[in-house]
């Protein structure tokens, strides 16, 4: 199988245009032409459809398509890999992680990281499930690690589960809730301030405070910036819903207590790695994966 004429074939689904096909392939158009038909007469399949000014995949074409975008990859990272190995490196890995990650895991996890494999080199891309997972379609990361929770399930993804973290109500030393035990309603009146991955349902929320039928709960600040989060509660009256590791410092040194609330049913995240089926990572994607994976099981995800 010629690697090198797959490239064009992918090139051609991309464009569905021979001339800029064949710009991106940097060829003529007639050499760009004659590829496509000596891959197809290699086959024995057309692969597609040439009308006046419209190029289009055949069914057979989609078939190889996707088949040819999976070895070019992997192509690419036999050679990342053979290179990193001879020159004894773990080379570098783009890689994803969602807002709750980042305030929690991800310091724990970058520091054992660097400690241990100083070499490798990280760019690490942070946004919401939905954001990561187009990354990661566009090989513009390796893999993302990020609430899953919400994340359809699709054969393509390889979804590895590392733990949830349950959200408890926060407020600040001195605050006039601290203290005593409370109701939701009592809670509300001060207003939250919450990550969207772990706000509760606001129809679960009305009922509970026992609002009238059809009306939503109102949340006062919802934000996936914890460092703002954290802010508004430390500054404010503001009753904060965050995880137990995302607040682990403002608890220890006593800025923020943990409030007891009767009725909060914030649900638990539920945290995982997510790389495309089938695609094999570099080695510095592994060594990341393996930190992460220990950080979440060191806070007790």
């Given amino acids: 199988m010629n690697l090198r004429r797959l490239s064009h074939v992918v090139a051609l689904a991309d464009t569905l245009h021979f001339a800029r096909a064949a710009e991106v392939a940097h060829l003529s158009q007639p050499a760009f032409s004659r590829s ?4 197809e007469s290699d086959l024995g399949i057309r692969l597609f459809e040439r009308d006046v000014g419209d190029v289009r995949p055949t069914p057979a074409g989609e078939f190889v398509i996707e088949r040819a975008r999976k070895l070019l990859f992997e192509a690419r990272c036999l050679q990342r890999d053979v290179d990193l190995y001879r020159d004894s490196q773990l080379g570098e890995t783009p890689f994803g992680v969602g807002p709750l990650l980042t305030a929690t895991l991800m310091p724990r996890a970058l520091v054992a990281l660097r400690r241990q494999h100083p070499q490798v080199a990280l760019r690490m891309e942070v946004g919401n499930w939905v954001q990561l997972l187009e990354s990661l379609r566009n090989e513009n990361i390796e893999f993302f690690a990020a609430d899953v929770r919400d994340m359809p399930r699709d054969a393509a993804l390889d979804i590895q589960l590392i733990g949830g973290q349950p959200a408890e109500l926060y407020v600040r030393a001195g605050h006039p809730l601290a203290g005593r035990k409370h109701t939701l309603q009592e809670v509300w009146a001060y207003g939250l ?15 509970l405070l026992g609002l009238p039928e059809g009306q939503e709960a109102t949340i006062a ?5 914890y460092g703002l989060l954290k802010t508004v509660a430390l500054t404010t009256d503001t009753v904060l819903g965050a995880t137990n590791a995302a607040v682990r410092e403002e608890l220890e040194s006593g800025a923020l207590v943990r409030l007891v609330v009767q009725g909060w049913l914030s649900p638990p995240s539920s945290t995982g790695i997510v790389r495309l089926r089938g695609r094999t990572s570099s080695p510095a994607a592994k060594a990341a994966i393996a930190a992460i994976v220990r950080a979440a099981g060191e806070i007790n995800v």
Avoid: M
Avoid at 36 to 39: G, H, R
Avoid at 221 to 225: H, P, S, V, Y
């Fill in 193 to 207: 301030a919450v990550p969207k991955l772990l706000s509760p349902s606001k129809v679960d929320l009305a009922a």
């Fill in 221 to 225: 600040l919802e934000c996936d910036n």
């Fill in 36 to 39: 496509i038909q000596a891959i």
